[in-house]
């Protein structure tokens, strides 16, 4: 994901559908996204650049791999990160004892809270710089992933986080990483990108840099069995909503949406499988591996409005991202339809989600978001999470200052944003 692509897009030659492909298949091909890749009638000219910076490892018990894979790396001296909850499911356990299996010598900083800041990462540094650490380790959701990363910047390249909003900012080389998430959300472990909150204004600053994506991210399903049922919603309907999103993006690419729709398929239908059944391993990991997709096409194709709102609900109530998320984007989608009604139409499409015309495929995303919400017993309203409607100008306000909305498929500005805060309420 580089910031020059990402702004005000160029247009992608779309169908006059709205898609960047239409209706027909290549024959030959079975699968229809790559029918839809090979296509070559009109193919989109607009230039962009895809990368995808980790090497995953994907399987029950992969785990169990960690140290072999850290030795491979060449490193001695492994920081793991992670935070104290994960202690009682023993993996934090597992991973250290996989490191000193191979013969690595491990620092544990399990300080990490849930949307890290900047006090987080500075305590990271000053607890890892004594070490010599040559390796650090990831054991976590985002906040542990991104936490990571926020230590990788300041440990190697000095400063704090604030020198490294944006990207690119990191001058010297930083060290390897190895990412181990243990929940289906937030993609992190695919990207470059640590999302750290300033300590004072609580609001999340993306800090990002080639050189900080894990070299490694191991995807072992059996690690998110254990989140309780809560954190599984929540972190599932954010995945699901990076793939909705990144999906119709101003800087949206084939191959972007390519590991959107990839991502939105598995998702949609196993989010309802895995809050029904918690034990399903098939389920867990088919979510594992959605939120990885959707992860990479975050990184290469950016976010939308709703995660433009979400960030100022969590910062003045404490709203945890998922929830803000999942509240927000029914409105969203409805709002989008306009702009992308078609693009809605190939992802209701793909999951069986037919109802005949494009112009309605909104209305049945969102309808679907919500029902998901209800299934896993979630507030859908801004109302039932105690946001008062005497503070949503504030939030417009913030909100259209957020770096995502710049990407929505639909421009947004700040009337666009208080009239969508104004719905959820
Ligand atoms: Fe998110």
Redesign the pocket.
């Known amino acids: 994901m580089i910031e020059t692509l990402a702004g005000p897009s160029p247009k992608p030659s779309l169908r006059n559908n709205g898609t960047m492909h239409g209706s027909t298949s290549t024959p030959g091909l079975a699968n229809p996204g790559l029918a839809r890749l090979f296509q070559t009638e009109p193919w989109p000219l607009a230039p962009f650049d895809f990368h995808t910076p980790t090497r995953v490892i994907f399987g029950p018990g992969s785990l169990k791999s960690l140290g072999e894979l850290a030795r491979e790396l060449g490193e001695s001296r492994v920081l793991l990160v992670t935070d104290p909850g994960l202690e009682a499911a023993g993996h934090p356990q597992k991973a250290s004892a996989s490191l000193e299996e191979a013969g690595l010598k491990v620092f544990l900083f399990d300080e990490v809270e849930q949307n890290p800041t900047s006090r987080h990462v500075d305590n990271g540094v000053r607890f890892a710089k004594p070490h010599g650490i040559d390796l650090i380790v990831s054991v976590g959701g985002g906040s542990a992933m991104d936490c990571a990363k926020g230590i990788n910047f300041v440990l190697t390249n000095g400063g704090t986080m604030t020198d490294y909003r944006g990207f690119g900012k990191a001058t010297k080389p930083m060290l390897p990483s190895i990412g181990v998430p243990t929940t289906a959300g937030?993609g992190s472990e695919a990207q470059s990108y640590a999302l750290i909150a300033d300590e004072h204004t609580h609001m999340k600053m993306a800090c990002g840099d080639r050189k900080a994506a894990f070299q490694v991210a191991i995807l072992d399903p059996e690690l998110t069995v254990s989140q309780p049922a809560r954190v599984t919603a929540l972190t599932g309907i954010?995945a699901l909503?990076?793939a909705l999103e990144s999906y119709v993006t101003t800087a949206r690419n084939p191959l972007s949406q390519m590991f959107a729709r990839e991502g939105w398929k598995l998702l949609e239908v196993n989010l309802e499988k895995v809050l029904h059944d918690p034990s399903n391993l098939e389920a867990r990991g088919a979510m594992q591996m959605g939120a990885f997709l959707a992860g990479t096409a975050i990184e290469n194709s950016m976010l939308g409005v709703c995660?433009a709102c979400a960030n100022p609900l969590t910062a003045h109530y404490g709203i945890t991202?998922g929830l803000a998320?999942g509240i927000m984007l029914p409105h969203v989608v409805r709002f989008n339809a306009s702009a992308v009604s078609a693009l809605y139409g190939d992802l209701a499409e793909e999951v069986g989600l037919r109802n005949g015309q494009p112009e309605s495929a909104a209305e049945t995303l969102a309808e679907r978001i919500t029902g998901l919400m209800r299934m896993a017993g979630l507030p859908r309203t801004l109302g039932e999470v105690g946001v008062s409607p005497g503070i949503v100008t504030l939030l417009a306000e913030e909100a259209a200052q957020q770096w995502t909305a710049r990407f929505n498929p639909r421009a947004v500005d700040e009337a666009d944003i208080l009239g969508l805060f104004r719905a959820a309420l």
């Open positions: 937030t954010d909503s990076h995660h991202h998320i």
